[in-house]
């Protein structure tokens, strides 16, 4: 059975750069079927789509954050990452990991979510 | 702002119905076969319920169903369950520069 597991600090200082791992387990991220991708949610409020990536490297931002964001995939390790740059306490968020069909985009399995406050 | 218009809440007792309402434009909706829906109860992950406009991930109870009509895409619910109380979130493709938008979410309460 797929798992995904988020990994990370949980607090992060202004202006500085928020970094996650998701390690995947019972599935490889090799597999040419899907993305893997980064969702967030601010404490009382929606969803964002943050990026995905497939696992030969193409990658894929949110144009609001594309200037800040990179995604990572380390196919030896079966992780993907996420790295986001000078953050604000609007970065502040749970942080999900996330498989998506390639054909489609939906996102059928899910990490747990971490959360990841910005404050100094 | 989201891109995608919901219902702040919607609220019905329990055997009954609902429909939660997703609108967007001819940019995403509108535009792509792609809407799905998601729910989240308090402290969890999302779970998908409904992908590519009308279609039910496997164990996704047959209460459940998806459909849509120009820029506006619904999620139904039958025979509501106490269970069903959460937050739903549409989801739609938006071209291949904005790529993936959500819903502001919907809060169903089961009366």
């Known amino acids: 059975q797929l798992q995904l597991q988020e990994s990370g600090p949980g607090l992060v200082k202004p202006s500085e750069t928020l970094s996650l791992t998701c390690t995947v387990s019972g599935g490889s991220i090799s597999s040419s079927s899907y993305y893997w991708g980064w969702i967030r949610q601010p404490p009382g409020k929606g969803l964002e789509w943050i990026g995905s990536?497939?696992?030969?490297?193409?990658?894929y931002y949110n144009p609001s954050l594309k200037s800040r964001v990179t995604i990572s995939v380390d196919t030896s390790k079966n992780q993907f990452s996420l790295r986001l740059t000078f953050v604000t306490a609007a970065d502040t968020a749970v942080y999900y990991c996330?498989?998506?069909?390639?054909?489609?985009?939906?996102?059928?399995?899910w990490g747990q979510g971490t959360l990841v406050t910005v404050s100094s | 702002q989201s891109a995608l218009t919901q219902p702040a809440s919607v609220s019905g007792s329990p055997g009954q119905s609902i429909t939660i309402s997703c609108t967007g434009t001819s940019s995403d909706v509108g535009g792509y076969n792609f809407v799905s829906w998601y729910q989240q109860h308090p402290g969890k992950a999302p779970k998908l319920m409904i992908y590519d406009v009308s279609n039910r991930p496997s164990g996704v109870s047959n209460r459940f169903s998806g459909s849509q009509s120009g820029n506006t895409a619904s999620l139904s619910i039958s025979g509501l369950q106490a269970e069903d109380e959460a937050d739903y979130y549409c989801s739609s493709y938006a071209s291949r520069s904005t790529f993936w938008v959500f819903g502001g979410g919907t809060k169903l309460t089961v009366l």
């Open positions: 996330a498989r998506a069909r390639a054909s489609d985009g939906d996102f059928f399995n």
């Open positions: 990536i497939y696992y030969s490297g193409n990658t």
